[in-house]
């Protein structure tokens, strides 16, 4: 089966401005989480939608929002983007919930210059 | 959310079984413990779970202590492939979001 797409996989962009990123799960996964990893603060957890409800929501500013379709497909979005917002952003399917045998994307890696 | 502590760094031999500890001394009672692993420049990989009893899938074997306050994870014949960052989480199912720390870096050597 199909894994986990995210697109685009690389993006580059300048301070001030807004990035959307998009993560199509696995089919028949509800779950969908979103994840940044910086080489300073590891992988850290930016929220979870499930059947298009966020459901949690990691320690992040407000300028980070994201979304989910009736068809499970999400996008996150990240607004007045600042240097330090440089990152591997990595998206995380489920049938459930989060913990259970998540599957993983590729990651987008976004470089805001 | 149970926090975990693993070694940041361990060698292993090609063909030689791979032990990751991991300790969780506030792992709760409902709480599982999950292990991930990160191979360089792709998404983290989800290997295993376990509650109490040991667990053995196609990729690994979990052991679990009875007082479940820590736990390995063995990879049988470990190859090149295995160089990974590994992550031991310990969580709720199904609502706890996955919190990696730092995880061990294993490096499989010829």
């Known amino acids: 089966k199909a894994g986990v797409t995210q697109t685009p996989r690389y993006l580059i962009k300048t301070r001030g401005q807004q990035v959307t990123l998009s993560c199509s799960p696995i089919?028949?996964?509800?779950?969908v989480s979103w994840y940044q990893q910086t080489p300073g603060q590891g992988l850290q957890f930016l929220f979870e939608?499930?059947?298009?409800?966020?459901?949690n929501k990691g320690n992040f500013p407000g300028r980070f929002s994201g979304r989910q379709f009736s068809n499970s497909r999400s996008e996150m979005n990240v607004s007045t983007l600042e240097l330090g917002d440089s990152a591997l952003y990595l998206c995380?399917?489920?049938?459930?919930?989060?913990?259970?045998?998540?599957?993983f994307g590729q990651g987008t890696r976004l470089t805001v210059v | 959310d149970a926090k975990t502590t693993q070694p940041p760094s361990m060698d292993c031999a090609e063909g030689r079984a791979a032990n990751l500890p991991c300790n969780h001394s506030?792992?709760?009672?409902?709480?599982?413990v999950y292990w991930y692993r990160q191979i360089h420049s792709q998404g983290p990989q989800y290997i295993i779970h376990?509650?109490?009893n040991n667990e053995t899938n196609e990729m690994a074997s979990l052991i679990i202590t009875e007082d479940r306050k820590s736990s390995t994870l063995i990879l049988p014949h470990a190859t090149l492939r295995d160089t990974a960052v590994y992550y031991c989480i310990g969580g709720d199912s199904g609502n706890t979001p996955l919190v990696f720390g730092k995880g061990t870096r294993l490096s499989v050597i010829a």
């Open positions: 939608y499930f059947s298009e409800t966020q459901r």
């Open positions: 089919s028949g996964h509800r779950s």
């Open positions: 995380a399917s489920s049938l459930t919930g989060f913990l259970t045998e998540a599957f």
């Open positions: 506030t792992i709760s009672g409902n709480e599982y």
């Open positions: 376990g509650l109490k």
